[in-house]
């Protein structure tokens, strides 16, 4: 069996819809929502299925429907074609997705993982709501034409590199006023752009205190030692401590998404096949941006 790694999307992966046939078909699925259901106090499955979009959208539910969600797919992939997990040897996830890499490496359990999620959402809703921001998606333009348009834009306002996804995809995060500045030089640049769907500037400053809230919360929850190696979104290397992941995951929330990096990093380490699993096809279309020839297979929610 070839060198594999499983991947899990991050938010925005979300559609109203997402998830009627692999809850069909697979109990232990169900289960997972029924306990999530519990946790959270609402239906998720119906938020899932029925929307309205608004709501499913919204980081206090969409964090924890993602999360559920891709540990629902994991369940068809055992059930289907258990070898792809027994020949994976790396794990990792965008944002959020980490999480779900956690649960599958053995270091978090489902049920700590889902109120790390949903506390995470919450204290992160809070900080957005506190300061009115946003995040821009910038494509057709390398990292270092970007870093310009962020230096000059921070005359308006605070404003940083939020998420490295992929060659020719980089967002920014900031005050509403930095990021329509930015969003006018990159386009005035060539640049196609686009305004994320999500409640304030992720991964920057501006986040606190949603990462002492984060830090509080994982003070409560037995980190295990991964089976098998996670890379981190902070510094794109993999982890199994759990000393560090803790650590990883705090400064997560305030530190960019080196996603490209870590992609970069798992080719080198020798993966040869990745499974995208959860809702969406976007993890594969960037891993196909950093290696044309990368073999991925999605698992949909």
């Given at each position: 069996?070839?060198?594999?790694?499983?991947?899990?999307?991050?938010?925005?992966?979300?559609?109203?819809?997402?998830?009627?046939?692999?809850?069909?078909?697979?109990?232990?699925?169900?289960?997972?929502?029924?306990?999530?259901?519990?946790?959270?106090?609402?239906?998720?499955?119906?938020?899932?299925w029925n929307g309205p979009a608004e709501r499913l959208?919204?980081?206090?539910?969409?964090?924890?429907?993602?999360?559920?969600?891709?540990?629902?797919?994991?369940?068809?992939?055992?059930?289907?074609?258990?070898?792809?997990?027994?020949?994976?040897?790396?794990?990792?996830?965008?944002?959020?997705?980490?999480?779900?890499?956690?649960?599958?490496?053995?270091?978090?359990?489902?049920?700590?993982?889902?109120?790390?999620?949903?506390?995470?959402?919450?204290?992160?809703?809070?900080?957005?709501?506190?300061?009115?921001?946003?995040?821009?998606?910038?494509?057709?333009?390398?990292?270092?034409?970007?870093?310009?348009?962020?230096?000059?834009?921070?005359?308006?306002?605070?404003?940083?590199?939020?998420?490295?996804l992929c060659p020719g995809n980089i967002v920014v995060?900031?005050?509403?006023?930095?990021?329509?500045?930015?969003?006018?030089?990159?386009?005035?640049?060539?640049?196609?752009?686009?305004?994320?769907?999500?409640?304030?500037?992720?991964?920057?400053?501006?986040?606190?205190?949603?990462?002492?809230?984060?830090?509080?919360?994982?003070?409560?929850?037995?980190?295990?030692?991964?089976?098998?190696?996670?890379?981190?979104?902070?510094?794109?290397q993999p982890h199994q401590d759990p000393a560090e992941?803790?650590?990883?995951?705090?400064?997560?929330?305030?530190?960019?998404?080196?996603?490209?990096?870590?992609?970069?990093?798992?080719?080198?380490?020798?993966?040869?096949?990745?499974?995208?699993?959860?809702?969406?096809?976007?993890?594969?279309?960037?891993?196909?941006?950093?290696?044309?020839?990368?073999?991925?297979?999605?698992?949909?929610?």
């Amino acid at each position: 069996m070839p060198r594999t790694a499983v991947l899990f999307p991050g938010q925005g992966a979300q559609s109203v819809g997402m998830g009627r046939e692999v809850l069909a078909a697979s109990p232990v699925a169900q289960e997972l929502f029924s306990e999530a259901s519990a946790i959270l106090g609402y239906d998720l499955a119906d938020v899932c299925w029925n929307g309205p979009a608004e709501r499913l959208n919204s980081t206090v539910v969409s964090q924890p429907a993602i999360f559920v969600g891709s540990l629902a797919a994991l369940e068809v992939v055992k059930a289907q074609e258990p070898a792809v997990l027994d020949s994976c040897v790396a794990a990792a996830g965008l944002s959020l997705g980490e999480y779900t890499a956690l649960v599958f490496a053995g270091a978090l359990s489902f049920v700590d993982g889902l109120r790390l999620v949903k506390r995470r959402g919450e204290a992160m809703q809070a900080a957005a709501d506190a300061t009115p921001s946003g995040m821009l998606s910038i494509l057709m333009l390398d990292r270092a034409v970007v870093e310009e348009i962020v230096q000059q834009a921070q005359a308006t306002g605070f404003i940083r590199i939020a998420n490295l996804l992929c060659p020719g995809n980089i967002v920014v995060s900031g005050d509403k006023a930095a990021v329509a500045e930015a969003q006018r030089l990159a386009e005035e640049r060539g640049a196609r752009t686009v305004m994320l769907a999500v409640a304030g500037a992720f991964h920057t400053p501006l986040m606190r205190p949603a990462d002492q809230a984060l830090a509080e919360a994982l003070a409560q929850v037995d980190l295990r030692p991964a089976r098998i190696p996670v890379w981190s979104n902070v510094d794109a290397q993999p982890h199994q401590d759990p000393a560090e992941i803790r650590d990883l995951l705090i400064r997560q929330v305030l530190e960019p998404v080196r996603w490209e990096d870590s992609l970069r990093g798992m080719l080198a380490w020798g993966i040869e096949q990745f499974h995208e699993v959860g809702p969406g096809k976007v993890l594969a279309g960037l891993l196909k941006r950093v290696h044309r020839k990368a073999d991925c297979r999605n698992w949909l929610f």
